[in-house]
């Protein structure tokens, strides 16, 4: 098999990731299998969108946090003019709501940095072959969650005052609100959370990536 056949029919993966030191593992674990071959590199959502319309890869890994937008912005930018482009989200956050944002703007799998190089190197190939790749821990989160109601935004507002050590007049100053409709909200929330208190409805929403400090 000449060098030109080979290259053809590896698969041409992209890294997205703003920490050197992981753009340089995954690197390393995708040099060392010879059906893949890693075409580009970029350390930001911006980046990654110029880059994939120049290179074009099979499959791209893509942080959820980036420095200038999300991961997931940057794959609905993507998508939006490559509909077919296949995306894995690798990340260390295993919150249920940032897996379920992740599929519902299109990505093809969702794997942990936390995950052993073989089962990274097996999602690259599934995903490229067409199938869905999420270990079965964080499938069984995201199923956990399937039925519960989600916060709205003014709620997530509130519960983020609540996370900086804002009291509930605080809060309703702050989002020019009456401090009745805080305690509404508030009430709200643990019910959804099903949380006990403030401190624990916070802990859960961090927990679940449904918000972010």
Do not use: W
């Not at 959502?45 to 991961?71: C, F, N, W």
Request: hydrophobic share 45%.
């Amino acid at each position: 098999m000449t060098e030109t056949i080979a290259e053809k029919l590896s698969i041409k993966v992209m890294c997205v990731d703003d920490h050197p030191l992981v753009r340089e593992g995954i690197a390393t674990v995708i040099r060392s299998q010879p059906d893949l071959d890693l075409v580009a590199v970029a350390p930001n959502g911006h980046t990654a969108i110029q880059l994939y319309r120049e290179q074009k890869p099979d499959v791209v890994l893509m942080d959820l946090r980036l420095p200038d937008i999300s991961g997931i912005d940057a794959m609905i930018a993507i998508r939006a003019d490559f509909p077919d482009a296949k995306i894995i989200i690798l990340t260390t956050f295993e919150g249920d709501v940032e897996i379920r944002r992740s599929l519902e703007s299109g990505a093809r799998g969702y794997m942990l940095k936390t995950a052993p190089p073989k089962e990274l190197v097996e999602a690259i190939r599934m995903v490229h072959a067409g199938r869905r790749r999420i270990p079965s821990e964080l499938a069984n989160a995201l199923a956990e969650h399937v039925s519960d109601e989600s916060l709205s935004d003014r709620e997530i507002q509130v519960l983020r005052q609540v996370a900086n050590g804002k009291g509930n007049r605080e809060i309703g100053e702050i989002l020019f609100i009456s401090e009745e409709t805080v305690k509404a909200h508030l009430k709200h929330i643990l019910e959804k959370l099903d949380a006990d208190d403030r401190t624990q409805a916070v802990t859960i929403a961090l927990r679940r990536g449904i918000m972010h400090l």
